[in-house]
């Protein structure tokens, strides 16, 4: 048999590429099965486990040096868990944080993780500006000025107004995600402290869509932004090929399937984050063998001039 050229094997290298990609995107357990990375006990398995547990690459590229998932665009980002550096958050007390998207990338607000623990202090925003937290693991406690308290736990979360006196503090240990931008505010509107949970929100209508709709913030003028939270079952998919002058962040907070972003198409699993400018075209379809469920900041009610 004539032996292929050196040519014909570079031409195939793409072939073998999204070959093996494809393998891990139907893998049952994730991209990859990783037993020192995923914990296989089923008593640690607290809902979005795998946000703090993620897949860190794929198995037949975990020995390649300098592999990331992570891509940084002029209209997108895709930031996977390989990527994130930890860093002492300033002003707050014994909490480490990692910055997934923040106005150098483009975006007119902050997405971080928060990783607290024991004697773990929360700092404040500066000045004018909103922060909303969501709890991914663990719990904290809410304290406001006038000492009022709520417990926080997973898949809680708390809208803090601009220039809100408030403290969190976590007893054992906790990974919030927070956004923070700074308030566009409108004459005679005013925000006001919101704390609740995804299970108490309805779900809304969304007409020639099939996923599940839930908005963690009131429709009101009196918001900038919202937060929903989107669920799709397997095989599920935006009917609509969204292009529109709305930022994006993104985290995923379970399952996995492909992202479209521009012109590129990202496979994507529950700990990954993007950011999507204005205008960029985007598109989403679940895979595997469980829902996909996605946390997503959205700004709203606001001219955009």
């Not at 521009?262 to 063998?289: C, E, H, N, R, T």
């Amino acid at each position: 048999m004539q032996r292929l050229s050196s040519l014909s094997l570079h031409a195939l290298l793409p072939l073998f590429t999204t070959l093996s990609l494809l393998k891990v995107i139907v893998a049952e357990e994730g991209f990859c099965s990783w037993s020192s990375i995923s914990d296989s006990s089923s008593n640690s398995k607290h809902l979005y486990w795998k946000v703090t547990n993620p897949t860190l690459s794929p198995s037949h590229l975990q020995d390649l040096p300098g592999f990331t998932r992570s891509v940084y665009k002029r209209d997108h980002a895709l930031i996977t868990p390989e990527s994130h550096v930890f860093s002492p958050l300033p002003e707050w007390k014994n909490t480490l944080g990692a910055y997934l998207i923040t106005p150098a990338i483009g975006s007119h607000f902050v997405m971080y993780l928060a990783k607290m623990q024991e004697t773990s202090l929360s700092g404040l925003p500066a000045y004018n500006v909103e922060r909303f937290v969501f709890v991914v693991q663990g719990a904290v406690t809410l304290t406001n000025a006038s000492g009022a308290s709520h417990k926080l736990m997973v898949d809680s979360y708390a809208y803090l107004p601009p220039n809100f006196e408030h403290l969190l503090k976590c007893d054992e240990s906790a990974t919030l995600v927070v956004l923070e931008r700074r308030y566009a505010s409108l004459e005679n509107h005013f925000t006001e402290l919101i704390v609740g949970s995804t299970d108490q929100q309805p779900i809304l209508e969304t007409p020639g869509e099939v996923f599940e709709l839930r908005k963690l913030l009131p429709v009101s003028i009196a918001y900038d932004f919202n937060v929903h939270i989107m669920d799709f079952q397997p095989g599920e998919y935006l009917n609509v090929k969204e292009v529109h002058y709305n930022q994006h962040g993104l985290l995923l907070l379970e399952g996995k399937g492909i992202y479209r972003l521009g012109d590129s198409w990202y496979p994507v699993q529950a700990g990954d984050a993007i950011w999507m400018a204005p205008f960029v075209p985007q598109w989403y379809a679940a895979l595997g063998k469980t829902r996909t469920r996605y946390f997503l900041y959205k700004d709203a009610n606001r001219d955009p001039l």
